[in-house]
């Protein structure tokens, strides 16, 4: 397996092909959400991918602290179906907060059926579930320590 961690501006062309086929292909066709992707995130943010010799496999980006926050935000969390259930996602997210380290406070937009897998990496549900791209999500946080 291939660890890749790299600014935008840092991807070459192919590499952001591979990313942005596999988001299409977990978000928009599996998931059948019609949104805008990729959005302006997408060029402040480090991308974090997983491939082997065959494919781009798991997929997350981490958006950096701006003026108006100063926390770190996760999204676009994934794992290619046929790679499900191998601990993928949970080794992708385990290097993504090993990269951000334990002082980050960051924030998630979770599906709801991942609340435990966010809870045993350090997640906190905060408030109520709430319809995002027609899929019920829960807003996490897993406060820094200082």
Same mark, same amino acid.
């Given at each position: 397996?291939?660890?890749?961690?790299?600014?935008?501006?840092?991807?070459?062309?192919?590499?952001?092909?591979?990313?942005?086929?596999?988001?299409?292909?977990?978000?928009?066709?599996?998931?059948?959400?019609?949104?805008?992707?990729?959005?302006?995130?997408?060029?402040?943010?480090?991308?974090?991918?997983?491939?082997?010799?065959?494919?781009?496999?798991?997929?997350?980006?981490?958006?950096?602290?701006?003026?108006?926050?100063?926390?770190?935000?996760? &999204?676009?969390?994934?794992?290619?179906?046929?790679?499900?259930?191998? @601990?993928?996602?949970?080794?992708? !997210?385990? +290097? $993504?907060?090993?990269?951000?380290?334990?002082?980050?406070?960051?924030?998630?937009?979770?599906?709801?059926?991942?609340?435990?897998?966010?809870?045993?990496? &350090?997640?906190?549900?905060?408030?109520?579930?709430?319809?995002?791209? @027609?899929?019920?999500?829960?807003? !996490?946080? +897993? $406060?820094?320590?200082?």
């Amino acid at each position: 397996m291939i660890v890749h961690l790299k600014q935008f501006a840092q991807l070459q062309v192919l590499e952001w092909h591979k990313i942005i086929s596999l988001r299409a292909e977990v978000f928009v066709v599996e998931q059948n959400c019609v949104y805008q992707d990729p959005d302006v995130y997408d060029i402040d943010s480090l991308h974090l991918w997983f491939e082997d010799e065959f494919e781009c496999f798991a997929y997350l980006r981490i958006i950096p602290p701006n003026t108006e926050n100063n926390y770190w935000k996760i &999204g676009r969390v994934l794992v290619k179906s046929n790679r499900r259930s191998q @601990g993928m996602g949970n080794a992708l !997210m385990k +290097r $993504a907060l090993t990269h951000l380290g334990s002082s980050a406070t960051i924030h998630i937009s979770a599906q709801r059926y991942l609340i435990k897998f966010y809870e045993n990496l &350090g997640f906190t549900a905060k408030g109520d579930t709430y319809l995002e791209d @027609g899929i019920p999500h829960v807003f !996490m946080i +897993r $406060a820094g320590v200082d």
